[in-house]
C-alpha cells in the first residue's frame, strides 16, 4: 500500500473483519490461530498510533477523522505497513483454511 492515501487506508482497516470471517470459513480455529493473532496485534499497533479502540472499524473511523492537513509523513507509512501486513495474513489464514 505504499503511496496508499488515508482514504485506502480506511477502507482497507473497514474490510478486514469482513475479510477474516470469509478467510476463516469454518476452518477450526486452531488451524488460524496464529496468523490470526498477529493480524489482531497489528490491529492493536494500528489503534495505538491513532489513539482508538483495537477495532478495525473504529481504526477506520480515527482514519476518516483525520483532516488531509495534520497527517504525520510517518504515521502514514506505519499505517501503509501495517496494511499491507494485515493483507498478508488474511491471505495466509485463506491459504490455511484453503489447505
Known amino acids: 500500500m505504499s503511496g496508499s492515501s ?3 487506508l480506511a477502507v482497507a482497516f473497514r474490510s478486514v ?3 477474516l470471517r470469509d478467510a476463516h470459513g469454518d476452518t477450526p480455529s486452531e488451524r488460524t490461530a496464529a496468523p490470526t493473532s498477529e493480524l489482531y496485534g497489528l490491529i492493536e499497533d494500528a489503534a495505538r ?3 482508538c479502540t483495537a477495532d478495525p472499524s473504529a481504526v477506520a473511523d480515527a482514519i476518516e477523522a483525520i483532516p488531509a492537513s495534520r497527517w ?3 504515521t502514514l507509512d506505519q499505517l501503509r505497513a ?3 501486513d494485515t493483507g498478508r495474513l488474511l491471505r ?3 491459504a490455511l483454511a484453503e489447505s
Open 72 to 74: 504525520d509523513p510517518s
Open 82 to 84: 501495517i496494511a499491507l
Open 49 to 51: 498510533l491513532l489513539g
Open 92 to 94: 495466509h489464514i485463506t
Open 6 to 8: 488515508p482514504e485506502d
Open 17 to 19: 473483519n469482513r475479510r
